[in-house]
């Protein structure tokens, strides 16, 4: 099955730093989505972006459907970023396929 | 538009106990997922419905888990008997007809003791 990885595993950041975080894939896919997990555990919805560039307030995507990889922007980070942010792809309606994410600390 | 309804949202129980997970999808969404999420990792499909069919069960233990969509609405996951190995959080998603975008609920905190 398709692969995900998502670096860095972890990054801790001062209040007001911003970051980058990428998910590469192993194979062509239609759907391409960035979560955000918060400490409660819901999967919050940031982006749908199989192919393109988004944004979304301070938030930002990126995915290169050619070169199998996506970006995650997060520019003037605050504390209430901190959690986990997943990758997942599928192909369509397919499930999706998470990578094991990539765990944030913002500090103030 | 209420979101993806989950219930109940904590479950402890023993070994070798029967456990059940209510799933309510938004409105109008035909197609429904159960993952599984483990300490750590990402979500993990179980099954897909669309409407009120299975089209994707090759992740589902069978041994033990059972899944319905009656009506194509509300879906129901079982586990019997449930085993250690199955403390994890279950989650439901939905997706709108023709579209592909996954919604996710609160899901359902597991513990077996």
Same mark, same amino acid.
């Given at each position: 099955?398709?692969?995900?990885?998502?670096?860095?595993?972890?990054l801790?950041?001062?209040?007001? !730093? $911003?970051?980058?975080?990428?998910?590469?894939?192993?194979d062509?896919? $239609?759907?391409?989505?960035w979560?955000?997990?918060?400490?409660?555990g819901?999967?919050?919805?940031l982006f749908y972006?199989?192919s393109?560039?988004?944004?979304?307030?301070?938030?930002s995507?990126?995915?290169? !459907?050619t070169?199998?990889?996506?970006?995650?922007?997060?520019?003037?980070?605050?504390?209430t970023?901190?959690?986990?942010?997943?990758? !997942?792809?599928?192909?369509? !309606?397919?499930?999706?396929?998470?990578?094991?994410?990539?765990h944030?600390?913002?500090?103030? | 538009?209420?979101?993806?309804?989950?219930?109940?949202?904590?479950?402890?129980?023993e070994?070798?106990?029967?456990v059940?997970f209510?799933?309510?999808?938004?409105?109008?969404?035909n197609?429904?997922?159960?993952?599984?999420?483990? =300490?750590?990792?990402?979500?993990?499909? =179980?099954?897909?419905?669309?409407?009120e069919?299975?089209?994707?069960?090759?992740?589902?233990?069978k041994?033990?888990?059972?899944?319905?969509?009656?009506?194509?609405?509300?879906?129901?996951?079982?586990?019997?008997?449930?085993? =250690?190995?199955?403390?994890?959080?279950?989650?439901?998603?939905?997706?709108?007809?023709?579209?592909?975008?996954?919604?996710?609920?609160?899901?359902?905190?597991?513990?077996?003791?």
């Amino acid at each position: 099955g398709i692969q995900v990885e998502q670096s860095p595993p972890d990054l801790i950041l001062q209040e007001g !730093a $911003n970051s980058t975080l990428r998910c590469n894939f192993s194979d062509s896919v $239609n759907n391409l989505q960035w979560f955000h997990q918060n400490p409660w555990g819901q999967l919050i919805n940031l982006f749908y972006i199989p192919s393109g560039t988004k944004q979304n307030g301070r938030l930002s995507a990126t995915t290169v !459907a050619t070169e199998r990889y996506s970006l995650l922007y997060i520019s003037s980070s605050q504390t209430t970023d901190s959690g986990v942010y997943f990758c !997942a792809v599928g192909g369509g !309606a397919d499930g999706l396929t998470f990578g094991k994410g990539t765990h944030l600390i913002i500090q103030p | 538009e209420a979101g993806v309804v989950q219930s109940p949202r904590y479950k402890i129980i023993e070994k070798k106990q029967p456990v059940a997970f209510w799933c309510n999808p938004i409105s109008g969404h035909n197609t429904l997922y159960w993952y599984r999420q483990n =300490l750590g990792q990402g979500p993990e499909l =179980l099954i897909r419905y669309e409407n009120e069919e299975a089209v994707d069960d090759s992740q589902l233990p069978k041994d033990r888990f059972s899944a319905e969509r009656l009506k194509g609405v509300d879906s129901t996951l079982k586990i019997q008997p449930a085993e =250690l190995g199955d403390s994890a959080v279950y989650l439901c998603a939905s997706v709108p007809g023709g579209g592909y975008e996954q919604y996710f609920g609160p899901g359902t905190r597991l513990t077996v003791t």
